[in-house]
């Protein structure tokens, strides 16, 4: 029979245990998930493509049948170098749901063999994102249960917190 791989694209910049909580449920239904880090020139991202590709491999080394990669580009010309039909992407909040409605829409109209499928977030990460980690990371804010620990640690080495201003 067919493996069944499903494609996690995303910045994942950086991973966070709500990514992380998607895709543990996937490995559930799919043989294998890959999880493709993109290179987003018009996002400004904290951690390099290659920092972020180490992050997710290091947070998920108990996993077999997850395969970590970065991709330029389109993810349907991805989707089709890795002969893959599906895409996973994790839903949070409604905020989410128009921007991954016309995101599915559009590589569907760009390739009708490829589905995307969306699993909602796990009650404990609904408020987690990538950005707020970042934020509050900066301002020397424990993110500790959001991420995963070798996460945070990078995350301590961004943001050292040496001379940081009390009251101004
Ligand atoms: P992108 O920049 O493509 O939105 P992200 O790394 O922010 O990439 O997210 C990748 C996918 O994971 C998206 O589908 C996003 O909605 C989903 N996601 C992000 N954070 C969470 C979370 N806390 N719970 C469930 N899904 C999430």
Redesign the pocket.
């Given at each position: 029979m067919e493996e069944k791989v499903a494609v996690y694209?995303?910045?994942?910049?950086p991973i966070?245990y709500?990514?992380i909580?998607?895709i543990k449920r996937a490995l559930k239904i799919f043989d294998k998930v890959i999880v493709a880090v993109?290179h987003?020139y018009d996002?400004q991202s904290l951690f390099t493509p290659q920092e972020r590709v180490e992050m997710i491999e290091e947070a998920l080394r108990d996993c077999p049948n997850v395969v970590v990669e970065s991709f330029e580009g389109l993810l349907m010309e991805y989707m089709k170098r890795t002969n893959a039909k599906v895409v996973l992407?994790?839903?949070?909040a409604t905020s989410?749901f128009e921007y991954?409605y016309h995101m599915a829409s559009m590589n569907r109209s760009l390739n009708k063999d490829v589905d995307t499928i969306f699993m909602v977030?796990?009650k404990d990460?609904?408020f987690?994102?990538?950005r707020t980690i970042k934020e509050v990371a900066s301002l020397g804010g424990s993110v500790e249960g959001l991420v995963p620990e070798n996460v945070a640690r990078r995350l301590k080495e961004k943001f050292p917190q040496l001379h940081r201003p009390h009251n101004i």
């Open positions: 694209p995303g910045s994942f910049d966070t709500g990514h909580d998607i993109a987003n996002k992407r994790g839903l949070r989410d991954e977030t796990g990460y609904f987690i994102s990538s």
